[in-house]
């Protein structure tokens, strides 16, 4: 998407987006969000910048114009620009985009995660050091089956130990940060708080961000995963991984 984009539109963007009806500008900022939303790292902010400015000058600017473009910054975890743009024009995004000193965030170059502090108000860059023995749950709490999986979880008593000490649960990089839905889950599972991932490229052992996957690992490296949540045959899947990572004794 990102290559057919650039080459039979960006380079002549600069040039012609004026000349385009207001439809064709408001569909090129749909294009240009569909293609963030696969690849939040892509570099695409003078242009999504440039065609939202041309919206404005024309007086076509919509709500969701603007939440496009909110979401595509906060994607690319550009969240201060988010939030003075946010201040800048009046939205009906609530709650208010956490602060973030993007400098030190920019400096994690592996494993990078931001934490939500307890009031919702501001996110913390931390890197997220390798360990031994590690269960990384990419999850999120608007999940079903990432609940679900949380629920058997924490109803097993010799599970909710050991994944206290060695899960990590990681969201995956999106336009919206959840804020209550991810404090609620912090609150709720204060052993398992869920964590934001920075960047995707900074997690590479991770092959699919669907919700949950688990990733079994073994000083760093993976020797299983598994996807989906649905019975309690995920139960024994779960109960028998770790048994091999050796972190759950074999009854």
Not at 85 to 114: C, F, N, W
Request: with cysteine.
């Amino acid at each position: 998407m990102e290559q057919r984009y650039r080459r039979m539109v960006s380079p002549s963007i600069g040039l012609e987006v004026e000349s385009l009806t207001t439809d064709d500008v408001r569909l090129l900022l749909r294009v240009l969000a569909m293609i963030a939303f696969y690849d939040p790292e892509v570099d695409i902010a003078d242009d999504m910048t440039r065609i939202l400015g041309d919206l404005d000058r024309r007086g076509a600017t919509r709500d969701e114009d603007r939440m496009r473009y909110i979401e595509f910054l906060v994607a690319a975890r550009r969240l201060e620009d988010a939030r003075r743009y946010e201040d800048d024009h009046k939205t009906s995004r609530r709650p208010r985009i956490p602060s973030l000193d993007e400098q030190v965030a920019r400096a994690m170059s592996a494993r990078g995660a931001l934490v939500l502090d307890a009031d919702g108000t501001s996110l913390v860059p931390a890197v997220v050091a390798a360990r031994d023995i590690e269960v990384v749950v990419v999850s999120s709490p608007l999940c079903s089956f990432s609940r679900h999986a949380m629920a058997s979880i924490e109803a097993d008593p010799g599970l909710r130990d050991v994944m206290s000490r060695h899960g990590r649960w990681l969201m995956p990089v999106e336009g919206n940060l959840h804020i209550e839905s991810v404090r609620g889950w912090n609150a709720t599972h204060p052993r398992m708080p869920m964590v934001y991932a920075y960047k995707e490229s900074q997690w590479p052992f991770i092959g699919s961000w669907d919700t949950p996957t688990f990733y079994f690992l073994r000083g760093g490296r993976v020797v299983a995963t598994h996807t989906g949540w649905r019975s309690d045959a995920d139960i024994a899947v779960l109960r028998r991984h770790l048994q091999t990572l050796g972190a759950l004794s074999v009854e």
